[in-house]
């Protein structure tokens, strides 16, 4: 049943017959195998996936290697550096998600021979594999913004959400500053692919809100700068918003990439594309460009003609499978896929995933496929929220059609936020949802 | 897996609540229920005084469910922003007062006086 039969289903009155119906998963009993499979990365997708193969196989060796103890919730994080949130609300223990029968080696994977089919590690240590599934999210190249340092968020008007829970902690010490003494704002995103393009468009948003509700909103000038020439990659999302930021009266700065800060002059500076552009600031948001891990690229798993500066893993859109390593896949923010760079993704290509290793350990070949859902609660204020979801071709796919219209600035999609994505974001870490 | 299923909520409700916390409340839940049918047939009818009081306990019912709801989130009641809105908010505030009106009645009938466990009703 999918979300639409379901939501016919439960408005019938037949919720109640439907839903005790077992899922097709329980009904399937466990694939026996050696196969070794190795998942770089414990964060969504890679902890998700573990908990879904140890339910689906029986034997295998599945080792997760991730060096990092702590696991964080970023969709929390946009809270966090709203004030909203404490820091805590993002940390939890990776142990505690991972399941009972799989190997978790705590290290960094420093290099891939796909031909070889191993894996290494910072220790030395090298790992044969029958099956690779490279997840290890995205890196935030902060050095690449001239003058900017992590050390500075926090002090001076300076904020980086997107850093860490400690980072958005700061970020909230900065922004709550600027919004008591007013100023000009700058808010910035990167001219690469990013994860959860709406978290930059977010913290505009609720700065502004909270400026609004400290009865400041006449001594602010709000600015949104970013690379692109459209506020949001999905066309009609990009006019919504484009429509809500001149009802605030947000102003923007299209093509201007953010490349370096001046941060005791308060001074940051743009590329324009055929020059640079100085602007002064009061507090100044900054998202870093975004790239693979280097040994994403070093091993060449990477697109040889596609995102050569970001290094994505070069994989089918639809299976997530490498295209020149069957036995590789990539899952999550590294995945050199058009769109899709968050968890609601990560959500749906866990099966996807799931289903091609399950079928060619049995000889097989899988059949379900990713189409580039995307979802989004896009905050814009506290209080209300737009739930956007879309897929590759820029179509809204609303999961509540008639219900929740995508578009429209809703309680109950901040309810979600608020409420349920955390939830439905653990129980997808379980490999429940 | 893309399908929203009986597990999947109950995983998100867990999740929500903490297990412990939310299959304690469902207990709560199903015992008050058990407890209202009880006394139904216990007393063999449904006894209008104790009625009367439970009604008068929904209003409040209602403004604490959705004082929770709104304290929990951040919200406000200008956030309310469309028909699914107000339709999730007037859910919420009659869960509260049905909640609540079994909840007192069972309790009246369970612990009340003698009145209004249905023995004298002078
Ligand atoms: C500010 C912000 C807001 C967001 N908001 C939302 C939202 O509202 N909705 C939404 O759906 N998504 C949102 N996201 C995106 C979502 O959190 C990510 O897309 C998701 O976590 C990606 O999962 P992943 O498994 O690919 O990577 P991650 O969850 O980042 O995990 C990657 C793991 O790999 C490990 N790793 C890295 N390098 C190595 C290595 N060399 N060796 C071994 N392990 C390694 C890391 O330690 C990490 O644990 C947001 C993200 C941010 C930052």
Redesign the pocket.
């Given at each position: 049943m999918d979300r639409r039969q379901f939501l016919t289903a439960a408005v019938a009155g037949g919720a109640a017959a439907s839903l005790v119906s077992p899922s097709a998963e329980a009904q399937v009993s466990p694939v026996q195998t050696s196969a070794r499979i190795v998942i770089?990365?414990?964060?969504?997708?890679?902890?998700a996936l573990a908990n879904r193969l140890v339910r689906r196989l029986e034997g295998a060796q599945i080792t997760l290697?991730?060096?990092?103890r702590e696991?964080?919730?970023?969709?929390?994080?946009?809270l966090v550096?709203a004030g909203l949130k404490p820091g805590g609300y993002v940390v939890s223990d990776?142990a505690k998600w991972l399941p009972e029968g799989v190997t978790w080696l705590p290290?960094?994977?420093?290099a891939v021979d796909a031909e070889a089919k191993t894996v290494s590690?910072e220790s030395g240590e090298t790992l044969g594999y029958d099956w690779l599934v490279v997840?290890?999210?995205?890196?935030l190249d902060h050095d690449a913004i001239e003058g900017f340092s992590l050390d500075m968020v926090g002090e001076n008007g300076i904020g980086a959400?997107?850093a860490g829970p400690e980072y958005?902690a700061r970020t909230w010490a900065a922004a709550s500053r600027f919004v008591e003494d007013g100023g000009t704002g700058l808010f910035t995103r990167p001219s690469t692919e990013m994860?959860?393009a709406?978290?930059p468009l977010?913290h505009t948003f609720l700065i502004d809100d909270i400026a609004r509700r400290a009865g400041n909103a006449g001594r602010m000038n709000m600015v949104y700068a970013a690379p692109q020439a459209t506020l949001f990659g999905v066309p009609i999302v990009a006019e919504k918003v484009r429509m809500l930021f001149e009802d605030r009266g947000v102003d923007t700065m299209m093509n201007r990439t953010l490349t370096g800060i001046d941060a005791g002059a308060r001074r940051a500076t743009f590329a324009t594309g055929s020059g640079s552009e100085e602007v002064e600031y009061d507090y100044i948001h900054v998202v870093p460009p975004q790239r693979a891990?280097d040994?994403v690229r070093r091993s060449g798993l990477s697109w040889a003609d596609r995102w050569t500066d970001q290094g994505w893993v070069e994989c089918d859109m639809a299976t997530l499978r490498h295209l020149r390593y069957p036995e590789v896949f990539a899952?999550?923010?590294?995945?050199g896929v058009p769109k899709g760079?968050?968890?609601?993704?990560?959500?749906w290509q866990v099966p996807v995933v799931e289903d091609h290793i399950v079928a060619g350990i049995e000889g097989r070949e899988g059949t379900e496929t990713y189409d580039g859902y995307?979802?989004?609660?896009m905050i814009t204020r506290i209080g209300r929220a737009m739930l956007v979801e879309f897929d590759y071709h820029d179509n809204l796919v609303p999961s509540f059609p008639g219900m929740i219209a995508p578009l429209e600035e809703l309680w109950i999609s901040w309810l979600m936020?608020e409420v349920a994505?955390k939830a439905t974001?653990n129980a997808m870490l379980r490999g429940r949802a | 897996m893309q399908d929203l299923t009986f597990e999947t909520l109950i995983a998100v409700f867990e999740e929500i609540f903490g297990r412990g916390l939310f299959w304690f409340m469902v207990a709560a839940a199903v015992l008050v229920t058990f407890g209202y049918f009880y006394v139904l047939i216990r007393d063999r009818e449904v006894s209008w005084k104790k009625f009367l009081v439970a009604q008068l306990s929904m209003p409040v019912g209602a403004v604490l469910a959705v004082w929770f709801v709104m304290v929990m989130t951040d919200s406000r009641l200008a956030d309310l922003g469309g028909p699914i809105d107000i339709i999730l908010f007037l859910g919420i505030a009659v869960t509260g007062a049905i909640g609540m009106a079994i909840l007192v009645y069972t309790l009246e009938a369970l612990l009340g006086t003698k009145r209004t466990k249905g023995e004298a009703d002078i």
């Open positions: 770089i990365g414990a964060g969504a997708g890679g902890t290697i991730d060096p990092r696991h964080l919730y970023q969709p929390g994080l946009t550096a990776t290290e960094r994977v420093v590690t997840a290890p999210g995205l890196v959400l997107y958005a994860k959860c709406g978290a977010k891990p040994f899952l999550g923010d590294v995945a760079k968050t968890a609601a993704s990560v959500k995307t979802s989004c609660p936020k994505l974001y | -």
